[in-house]
Every structure is written in C-alpha cells, then in structure tokens.
C-alpha cells in the first residue's frame, strides 16, 4: 500500500498561469481532505470529501479555488488564476469511514511556487 | 473560533533531557486534541491522541481542560526524536464526525548528542 499520493510534488508556475494538483488517497477511504501551509503560518483547512461529496469546504480561500474528487476517488484541486500568496505545500490526508474516530493519513504534499 | 497555540518555534535539547513541548488550545465544547510529528524528509504522522492515552515513543500527553493544554512530555529525549511536532484539535470526533484539524504552528525539536 503506497499510502496517499500526491502530484506533482513541486510546482513552480508564473502569476496568473493554472495549476491542477492531483491527490490520490489510499484505496477505499471514503474521506479526504486538503489543507494547505504557507511559510510562517499554521497548517489551514481547506475542504473535505465525504465520497464525491464536498462536506466542507469553509476553508476555501476564494473562488480561484475549485476542488473535485471524481466517482469519489481521486481529487484534483485547481488553481486558476494563481497568486503569489498562494504559494505553500498543499497537503492531502485520507482517512477511512463515517463511523467513530478514523485518523487522517497524509500524503507528501505538493510545494507549489508561484513567482 | 477554535485556536491552537504553540508558543515555541524551536526547542533544542540534550539527549537524555527531559522535553516538554506546549500545546494551548481555545475551544468552548469538548475538544479532540492530537499530536502530529513530521520528521526529516517524511509525510506527517500521527503521533497521539488524548482519547487513546497512550504513551507513544516514550511521548504522553494528558489534556487538561482547566489549563485548556496538552503537552507533550518525554522524560529522555533521543536523537531520534528530532522533527516537527504540530498539535492539533477537532471536535466530535469519536461520534463520528470526521471533521477538518485546526493546527498550531508546529514546533521544531531538535536533540543534540
């Protein structure tokens, strides 16, 4: 099991220019999440998937932001057009079910620069 | 609104130190509090939680709602042990509710040989 992945891992794109990062989440979690860190500040929330379901999205910084998790598997987060501040490491997390505690499994991240 | 505070950046101790890291949070129900470590070049990982009360690497932390913290404590610190810590919290979780992490900071620990 590779755990969650994510993709790419580095992303350098100039302002205003599209970025899609993908996240794969370990097979059969009907969770995911996304947050993101940019340098100096804390870890952010920014939505979640139940299945194909976005169950929270408060974290969305604004509308340049557009998450999708198809069929419930794989998500995309796509940012367009971007900004400098939306420069950080985006995290994925994963976990399993809707019942009782299931902990959240975290992809590598994906550093994303914008100049 | 719910805050998690990390007051220390950096926290650099000897190997065989005892090493408390702090952890304050502000929440006005029920809290889920949990320690997350990132160590070097590694994803993040759960470390603890405060339901499970289990003491992880050699690392405890009880939650203490009068001081609304909850430290994370290792009597003797290895070198090992250097990473990021970040403390987390939720809510409701055990009932289901798989809400979203608010996060502190995070805390830089490194143990020198």
């Known amino acids: 099991e590779a755990g969650v992945t994510q993709f790419p891992s580095h992303s350098v794109i100039e302002k205003g220019q599209t970025v899609t990062l993908r996240c794969d989440p370990i097979?059969?979690?009907?969770?995911l999440y996304w947050y993101r860190r940019v340098m100096g500040k804390e870890i952010k929330f920014l939505l979640h998937f139940v299945k194909e379901s976005k169950q929270d999205e408060s974290g969305m910084p604004n509308n340049r932001f557009l998450a999708e998790r198809t069929g419930g598997t794989y998500s995309t987060l796509k940012v367009q057009p971007a900004e400098l501040e939306d420069s950080g490491v985006y995290f994925c997390a994963s976990s399993l079910g809707l019942v009782g505690y299931n902990e959240q499994f975290f992809g590598p991240g994906t550093r994303l620069t914008v100049l | 609104a719910q805050r998690v505070t990390q007051p220390e950046k950096l926290l650099s101790v000897f190997k065989g130190a005892p090493v408390e890291l702090k952890c304050n949070y502000s929440y006005s129900g029920s809290p889920e509090l949990f320690w997350y470590v990132q160590y070097s070049r590694q994803r993040l990982q759960l470390l603890l939680r405060h339901i499970s009360r289990e003491s992880i690497k050699g690392f405890t932390a009880d939650l203490n709602k009068g001081e609304t913290s909850f430290h994370l404590k290792k009597p003797f610190a290895q070198e090992e042990d250097s990473a990021m810590y970040y403390c987390?919290?939720?809510?409701?979780?055990?009932?289901?509710?798989?809400?979203?992490?608010?996060w502190g900071l995070g805390t830089s620990l490194a143990v020198n040989p």
């Open positions: 987390a919290l939720s809510w409701g979780v055990n009932a289901g509710n798989n809400r979203k992490l608010i």
């Open positions: 097979s059969g979690h009907d969770n």
